[in-house]
């Protein structure tokens, strides 16, 4: 791994899961982090409040004006940004009939609209200073639908696609964007409140054997996460990084057969999609 001293990084829910992972291997490798949580003392219990390289902030995500303010104290103690990682969220379990629009709601405010208010305010700075780059995290559930997990199909699913766009649209001020694809890693995410379940409960739906088995698999999954902040870290050194990061066996294996069938289904209605076309 090469030396990256000197970068600043801004990291989303970095109190656990994969930005507690990242924001250690990074301060550990002496570079500076600016790491967000709901309460900054989550991170500072965690790692330090003292660590002369940590800046902790506490960041409501959700409201722009918090999130515009904490790049600015950013900005203001680091003196720049480098690298900026979307990470914060939740999985809202539940068939789309028993998931309220309010829940809905507050799964597409922290999964997807806080990303674009960090994308939005970290922009004018990258912009000026003519580099940067985005990590934003999706999942291998971004990859095709599955029943009773249909909100957090959507919400990685918007990940993946706006990101794409920002891609393209960042591409002529040097600043890249990479999207992480994760499968089942073996983090916290399954233990510690980053899933819940929809309340509206209707017996017809298998929601609670989806949870059963959730739950089950809690600190059996196959990916190791300080692996995957290794990864990251070597991305980050590239001057022409991916823009899809598909991280793990199982997320690989599920957006190579995602896309297959696409393609196969394509096929398939071909004669139909030209039909529709003036002769």
């Not at 791994?1 to 801004?10: A, E, I, Q």
């Not at 806080?114 to 940067?132: D, S, Y």
Request: include cysteine; aromatic fraction near 10%; hydrophobic fraction near 40%.
């Amino acid at each position: 791994m090469s030396d990256l001293k000197g970068k600043v990084w801004f990291i989303t829910g970095a109190s656990r899961g994969f930005g507690l992972t990242l924001t250690r291997l990074l301060l550990a490798t002496g570079q500076r982090v600016a790491a967000t949580s709901r309460n900054k003392k989550n991170i500072e219990d965690q790692i330090g409040a003292d660590h002369p390289w940590l800046l902790p902030l506490t960041v409501d995500l959700t409201d722009e004006n918090a999130v515009r303010n904490a790049i600015a104290k950013t900005l203001q103690h680091f003196g720049t940004i480098d690298v900026v990682v979307n990470n914060a969220g939740y999985m809202l379990l539940g068939s789309l009939e028993e998931v309220s629009a309010s829940e809905f709601s507050r799964s597409m405010n922290l999964n997807v609209f806080a990303f674009l208010n960090v994308v939005r305010n970290i922009m004018p700075h990258f912009r000026r200073q003519q580099h940067g780059h985005i990590f934003n995290y999706a999942s291998s559930a971004g990859y095709g639908g599955d029943a009773c997990a249909g909100s957090y199909n959507a919400v990685k699913a918007a990940i993946i696609g706006f990101s794409e766009a920002l891609a393209k649209e960042v591409k002529p001020f040097n600043v890249k964007v990479t999207i992480v694809s994760p499968g089942l890693f073996r983090t916290s995410f399954l233990a510690d409140g980053s899933f819940i379940v929809a309340e509206g409960k209707i017996d017809a739906y298998p929601t609670k054997q989806l949870v059963d088995a959730m739950n089950q698999f809690n600190g059996k999954q196959p990916g190791n996460p300080e692996k995957l902040a290794a990864v990251i870290l070597d991305i980050a050194e590239m001057q022409q990084p991916p823009l899809h990061l598909v991280m793990g066996r199982d997320s690989f294996s599920r957006a190579i057969t995602y896309y297959q069938t696409q393609l196969s289904e394509l096929e398939k209605g071909k004669h139909r999609s030209f039909s529709t076309d003036f002769e």
